[in-house]
């Protein structure tokens, strides 16, 4: 681990390896409840920080203990391994376009200069959820804008957490369609799983997040 810098001038430690990744996530001293976390008690943060709305958003991926667990249920049996290597083919046809002629880095391979962040480490990932998802064409556009503001450093706390009401409302619009519709993908899957695990009971999650 080393020490770093979040944007705002917040301190942080970034994992840089594997091996010490598997022993933070396994170690229950880590937790991602910002009630614990010294320098958001003490008001340290900046209160126009752009990356409250990650820390903040409560969802499978910030629970800790039982309810990460119960969240995480459905999920489990959704995401299978036969699912993944299933999509390995696309994910590769994916990286094949990003990397080809009428892609951005083959469109730039004359010489100049390549941002690969930009052109194909992070569009790669989004394209590939999307596709996961099963998220329509004409919806596919508007959600990978959204993710990558999502991660965005520049935007306002407000910015910020309008595109989380918006991406909510994009996700909670494909869950709506996967009803009506179901397909052969994970959104389907996940439904399924949860009426499975829950039925209709009126605690069971039905965030989009």
Do not use: Y
Not at 72 to 91: D, K
Not at 130 to 156: I, K, M, N, Q
Not at 163 to 192: N, Q
């Amino acid at each position: 681990m080393v020490a770093g810098e979040l944007p705002g001038g917040v301190a942080a430690w970034l994992v840089t390896r594997q091996e010490v990744g598997r022993q933070v996530l396994a170690d229950a001293r880590f937790v991602k409840d910002p009630a614990v976390w010294g320098a958001w008690r003490r008001g340290e943060v900046p209160e126009d920080w752009p990356l409250t709305p990650l820390v903040t958003v409560q969802n499978m991926t910030t629970a800790t203990g039982a309810d990460h667990r119960r969240l995480r249920t459905p999920l489990a049996r959704a995401f299978t391994t036969r699912r993944v290597r299933e999509l390995e083919p696309r994910v590769a046809a994916l990286a094949d376009e990003l990397l080809g002629e009428t892609g951005e880095m083959g469109a730039r391979a004359a010489g100049d200069p390549v941002d690969l962040r930009a052109c194909f480490a992070h569009p790669l990932p989004i394209r590939v959820i999307c596709e996961l998802f099963g998220v329509p064409g004409h919806r596919a556009p508007r959600v990978r804008a959204l993710c990558g503001a999502l991660f965005g450093t520049e935007p306002s706390p407000a910015e910020a957490a309008a595109t989380h009401v918006a991406l909510r409302g994009e996700l909670s619009a494909l869950i709506d369609e996967r009803r009506a519709h179901p397909g052969d993908d994970l959104t389907t899957a996940l439904i399924d799983a949860r009426e499975a695990t829950w039925g209709d009971a009126a605690d069971a999650p039905v965030s989009p997040n």
